[in-house]
């Protein structure tokens, strides 16, 4: 497994999670949105819940176009404690020490989260990047992904760019054309990304609830359209070396949602 990844940059391992610590998360997710959902519709009454219909409050407040309820259960998901139960995970820790080659490993308190990809939506979907340069931390990092439901290619898949992570840190350019235009939240992208792309195998990450996808904080990738009826839930979070050089040189610190940008000239062209 240690050979793949560091031959592709990503690795994928089947049921590798619990099934109830998923199941518990779905179960806190129901009833969160269902009180938040419930402020503003009184008399709705509660569903039975079931694995597959957890989100269903949430996405009748999306369709509804509640506002606070979605942007409210985006913070709640990180209070859940299913969401340690994850992260805290021993053989996940143990298995990110080998991969990272270090046993001085820590957790990015602020690149920990639930990503939320509703069905048709184009604005939050994210654009190709390396996770390092939004993250920090260390050059030396891991992505750590499961989603709560099965991924088809309909509910869109991350694309992966294998063996992408071995040329270093890409140029990373902001255009704030499409953010003025509310085509995008996000300013940043890699330049040139149509050309760098071809010379890359691009692989999607179709798991399931109870697998682990893992992969390189320097692979390129980005989210494909959601074309479902369904919302694609994927719990993140982010592993980093802190006794890599340029990790110690920071000071440890973490990236945009610590308000530190990257700067590629800060940065070694390589790991």
Known sequence: MINEFKKKGYLIIKNFYNKKVILNI??????????????????????????????????????????????????????????????????????SKKLLGSK????????????????????????????????????????????????????????????????????????????????????????DEKRIIKNFKKSYLKIDETDLGIFDFMLLHESSFNKSNKIRWSLVHRIFDYSHTQSIKQNYIGGIMEGNVFNLEDHYKSK
Not at 41 to 51: A, D, G, V
């Open 26 to 95: 779905k179960k806190d997710i129901f009833q969160l949105s269902y009180q938040l959902y419930k402020k503003h519709n009184r008399n709705e009454k509660l569903l039975n819940f079931n694995s597959d219909n957890f989100d269903y409050y949430l996405l009748k407040a999306k369709k509804k176009n509640i506002s606070e309820i979605t942007r409210s259960i985006y913070d709640v998901c990180k209070k859940i404690t299913g969401f340690y139960e994850i992260m805290g995970n021993r053989k996940a820790l143990n298995l």
């Open 104 to 191: 001085k490993i820590a957790i990015l308190s602020r690149g920990f989260g639930m990503r939320i990809d509703y069905p048709g939506d184009t604005y939050w979907k994210a654009r190709m990047h390396q996770d390092y340069s939004g993250q920090l931390g260390s050059p030396n990092g891991l992505v750590m992904y499961t989603p709560l439901r099965k991924v088809t290619q309909a509910l869109g898949p991350v694309k992966l760019y294998e063996k992408s992570h071995n040329q270093g840190m890409y140029p990373t350019i902001v255009d704030m054309v499409k953010v003025k235009q509310k085509k995008t939240y996000d300013p940043y992208h890699i330049k």
